[in-house]
């Protein structure tokens, strides 16, 4: 590599790569060719709505930022047209959203990824894509929590009709429980 100095558009552009890569829970490395690009819009406006983005990015760009972070890419994943679909958040909603657009759009297909600095193959994104998405965890969570006071309040309830059953129905003018007329 040479010494000489950067070109100031060349180092604006790997800032700009460092940064959109910079902090990001999950990656994923897409290979977008063949696509349109009305299929590639309709894939960011996906990922937007999990929390995720979507930049094409030069291998070597790629390969540089990842080298600073301490991850190499296997062998021949970093060829051909790459886009860099990052985000924060649900992994496993991003995941089902990338491998479903795979699935209808053949031409695409997923080179890797990222869980923080692991690396990741095909396969294991395509597991991650079938775990239930995290607001479904949660819910699950909530409900079996709620469970048991929910059948504690039915239990006293019965309990509280049962007593009223047997208990006479008060009407006005009834004497009370001990004998003294009402009111």
């Given at each position: 590599m040479s010494n000489q100095k950067k070109r100031p558009e060349v180092v604006a552009i790997y800032k700009e790569v460092s940064d959109f890569l910079a902090g990001?829970?999950?990656?994923?490395?897409?290979?977008f060719g063949g696509l349109t690009v009305a299929q590639i819009a309709d894939l960011r406006t996906q990922l937007?709505?999990?929390?995720?983005?979507?930049?094409?990015?030069?291998?070597?760009?790629?390969?540089k930022a990842a080298?600073?972070?301490?991850i190499t890419f296997p062998e021949g994943v970093l060829t051909g047209p790459t886009?860099?679909?990052?985000g924060?958040?649900?992994?496993?909603?991003?995941?089902?959203t990338v491998v479903d657009f795979v699935k209808k759009n053949e031409k695409a297909s997923i080179k890797?990824?990222?869980?923080?600095?692991?690396?990741?193959?095909?396969?294991?994104?395509?597991?991650?894509?079938?775990?239930?998405?995290?607001?479904?965890?949660q819910a699950r969570l909530l409900g079996t929590l709620q469970a048991p006071a929910s059948q504690?309040?039915?239990?006293?309830?019965?309990k509280v009709d049962k007593e009223n059953e047997g208990a006479p129905a008060s009407a006005?003018?009834?004497?009370?429980?001990?004998?003294?007329?009402?009111a």
């Open positions: 990001k829970e999950f990656s994923f490395l897409l290979n937007a709505a999990k929390g995720a983005k979507m930049m094409v990015i030069k291998n070597t760009y790629i390969a080298a600073e972070q301490g886009a860099v679909i990052a924060e958040g649900d992994i496993a909603d991003a995941a089902k890797a990824g990222l869980m923080e600095k692991t690396v990741i193959t095909e396969a294991q994104v395509t597991t991650l894509s079938e775990l239930i998405s995290l607001a479904a965890q504690m309040a039915r239990v006293l309830q019965a006005e003018g009834a004497p009370a429980p001990d004998g003294t007329p009402a």
